[in-house]
C-alpha cells in the first residue's frame, strides 16, 4: 500500500516537472536551475560547516574499510562497527590488540554486550547465540586474514559470555 502511494506522488512530481519543463521557456528554466543550485551550495555548505569533522572523515572511513575486504559487511552495518569502536576506544576497552586489563576480566559492560551484538535486554538465549555467530561470521579473523580483526572478535566472544553469564544462569 505505501509503494502504491509512494509511486503515485512521485509520478505526479515527475508529471508536474515536465509539465511544467514543457510549457517554460530556456531563459526561466536555466534561471531557476542556477537559483537551484546555490540553494543547494548554501545548504551544503552549512552543513559542512556545522558537521565538518566527522562529514569529511566519515567518506574517508568507508573508502577505508570497502578497502579492508571484510566480507559479508554493508556500509550500514561497517558504520555500526565504526561507531561501536570508536565508543569502544572513547571508553579505552579496545586498544588495537593491547589489552591493559588482567586476562581473567571481562572488558565489556552488559550494556556494551547487548550493543555489541544489537540486540536490546530481554531476547532469547537463542536469539543471542544467533547474533553473535552472524557477527563472527563476518569479523571471524579467519574470515578475513588481510585484516586483523583478533581483538573484535575477542569482544564478541566476551560479549556473548558476558550475557549469557547474567541473564541466562
Same mark, same amino acid.
Given at each position: 500500500? %505505501?509503494?502504491?502511494?509512494?509511486?503515485?506522488? $512521485?509520478?505526479?512530481?515527475?508529471?508536474?516537472?515536465? %509539465?511544467?519543463?514543457?510549457? /517554460?521557456?530556456s531563459k526561466k528554466i536555466a534561471s531557476?536551475?542556477?537559483?537551484?543550485?546555490?540553494?543547494?551550495?548554501? $545548504?551544503?555548505?552549512?552543513?559542512?560547516? $556545522?558537521?565538518?569533522?566527522?562529514?569529511?572523515?566519515?567518506?574517508?572511513?568507508?573508502?577505508?574499510?570497502?578497502?579492508?575486504?571484510?566480507?559479508?559487511?554493508?556500509?550500514?552495518?561497517?558504520?555500526?562497527?565504526?561507531?561501536?569502536?570508536?565508543?569502544?576506544? %572513547?571508553?579505552?576497552?579496545? =586498544?588495537?590488540?593491547?589489552?591493559?586489563?588482567?586476562?581473567?576480566?571481562?572488558?565489556?559492560? $552488559?550494556?556494551?554486550?547487548?550493543?555489541?551484538?544489537?540486540?536490546?535486554?530481554?531476547?532469547?538465549?537463542?536469539?543471542?547465540? /544467533?547474533?553473535?555467530?552472524?557477527?563472527?561470521?563476518?569479523?571471524h579473523p579467519d574470515m578475513n586474514r588481510?585484516?586483523?580483526?583478533?581483538?573484535?572478535?575477542?569482544?564478541? =566472544?566476551?560479549? /556473548?559470555?558476558?550475557?549469557?553469564?547474567?541473564?541466562? =544462569?
Open positions: 500500500m %505505501n509503494l502504491v502511494l509512494i509511486g503515485i506522488i $512521485i509520478f505526479v512530481i515527475v508529471y508536474l516537472f515536465l %509539465n511544467w519543463f514543457a510549457r /517554460t521557456s531557476t536551475i542556477k537559483k537551484i543550485l546555490v540553494y543547494i551550495s548554501l $545548504i551544503v555548505a552549512a552543513i559542512f560547516t $556545522i558537521g565538518g569533522k566527522f562529514l569529511f572523515s566519515l567518506p574517508f572511513l568507508f573508502v577505508i574499510l570497502s578497502g579492508l575486504k571484510i566480507k559479508g559487511l554493508t556500509a550500514l552495518q561497517m558504520f555500526q562497527l565504526w561507531r561501536l569502536v570508536q565508543y569502544l576506544k %572513547n571508553s579505552g576497552k579496545f =586498544n588495537m590488540g593491547q589489552s591493559s586489563q588482567p586476562k581473567g576480566s571481562s572488558s565489556v559492560t $552488559i550494556d556494551e554486550a547487548y550493543k555489541l551484538l544489537g540486540l536490546k535486554k530481554g531476547c532469547t538465549k537463542e536469539e543471542v547465540l /544467533t547474533a553473535s555467530k552472524k557477527l563472527q561470521q563476518k569479523i588481510d585484516v586483523k580483526t583478533e581483538r573484535l572478535s575477542q569482544l564478541v =566472544n566476551e560479549a /556473548t559470555e558476558k550475557i549469557i553469564r547474567s541473564d541466562f =544462569n
